[in-house]
């Protein structure tokens, strides 16, 4: 089976425009998770998608925010964006809620 | 809340050498799931190895094995015939099943030295 991907890898974007990440889980995968890691922080947790409901949430402010489709693949949206948003965004899939978390490559977004 | 800790930010090991990677955490939970992630300087992160919380006997997977300490709220990680390819971030995480919520440690970053 093919693994977690995530487009684009690599993003440069400057402060105040909008970005959205895209993520596909592993085929079958319906829950999907999105991460925050950067170096000071460590991985910080964004929100959970199933069945394209979001099931969690995390402490982010509402400029985060994201949705899942039918076909599970999700998309992660970041608007008005700030230099500290400048971080490795790492999306995670698993096969149901409550099971191991399998990661992608995660997306570089650097904003200047 | 549950909280896991990496007590080592840094840790070096020689080739073919063996090391223990520390993690604690903090639960009142009986429903819940143990985990060691590796992110090695690629980024990939990688899950090396699973304890379920209900499970007495310790997860193995090749290399790399377990120490649970239910008890002790402890889950460390042994590597064994350490690799230079074992260079890597480790991330020791807790899921919580009952609200399926995970939480990441800290992490400790191995350098396997030739």
């Known amino acids: 089976k093919a693994g977690v991907t995530q487009t684009p890898r690599y993003l440069i974007k400057t402060r105040g425009q909008q970005v959205t990440l895209s993520c596909s889980p592993i085929s079958g995968h319906r829950s999907v998770s999105w991460y925050q890691q950067t170096p000071g922080q460590g991985l910080q947790f964004l929100f959970e998608?199933?069945?394209?409901?979001?099931?969690n949430k995390g402490n982010f402010p509402g400029r985060f925010s994201g949705r899942q489709f039918s076909n599970s693949r999700s998309e992660m949206n970041v608007s008005t964006l700030e230099l500290g948003d400048s971080a490795l965004y790492l999306c995670?899939?698993?096969?149901?809620?409550?099971?191991?978390?399998?990661f992608g490559p995660g997306t570089r977004l650097t904003v200047t | 809340a549950q909280t896991v800790t990496q007590s080592q930010p840094e840790m070096s090991v020689q080739e073919a050498e063996t090391v223990t990677l520390s993690c604690t955490y903090d639960t009142s939970e009986n429903n819940y799931y143990l985990f060691w992630y590796k992110q090695p300087p690629s980024r990939q992160m990688i899950l090396v190895i699973r304890?379920?919380?209900?499970?007495?006997q310790n997860a193995t997977e090749n290399r790399f094995s377990v120490n649970f300490q239910k008890a002790a709220k402890s889950f460390s990680l042994k590597i064994s015939d350490s690799q230079l390819g074992d260079t890597a971030m480790y991330f020791c995480?807790?899921?919580?099943?009952?609200?399926?919520?995970?939480?990441f440690g800290s992490g400790t970053k191995l350098n396997v030295k030739p």
């Open positions: 995670a899939s698993s096969p149901q809620m409550g099971y191991e978390q399998y």
């Open positions: 998608y199933f069945s394209e409901t979001q099931r």
């Open positions: 304890q379920e919380a209900y499970k007495q």
């Open positions: 995480a807790f899921l919580n099943r009952n609200f399926n919520k995970f939480y």
